[in-house]
């Protein structure tokens, strides 16, 4: 059982940045795929970004391309999500998940362990 927690979020200004972490219990959570979720009040879940377990492959919203950047640590147990040039619609719950199988990286369902999330502030 992978336990994840988040952490890095926070109230920044448009334009700010931010680095997110997950960080796992399990030595294993090398070898899962890892995504990044959000959901602002009122709206769905949407996928954020996600990598492969070797890092090899990375995948993005065309929302946060170019500013967001995925990568981890495999020996810290930990992914990370640097967000750059944040925007007020950017505010939202951020959530790590992870999956040992994926069948699509940007669907919800794929994934099986979940955080419990950390809340990003973006002010105008």
Known sequence: QVQLVESGGGLVQAGGSLRLSCAA????????RVGWFRQAPGKEREFVAAITW???NTYYADSVKGRFT??????????????????PEDTAVYYCAAASKISSYSDSATYGYWGQGTQVTVSS
């Open 25 to 32: 219990s399990d030595r294993t959570f090398s070898i899962y």
């Open 70 to 87: 995925i990568s981890r640590d495999n020996a810290k147990n930990t992914v990370y999500m640097q967000m750059n040039s944040l925007k």
């Open 54 to 56: 070797t890092s090899r």
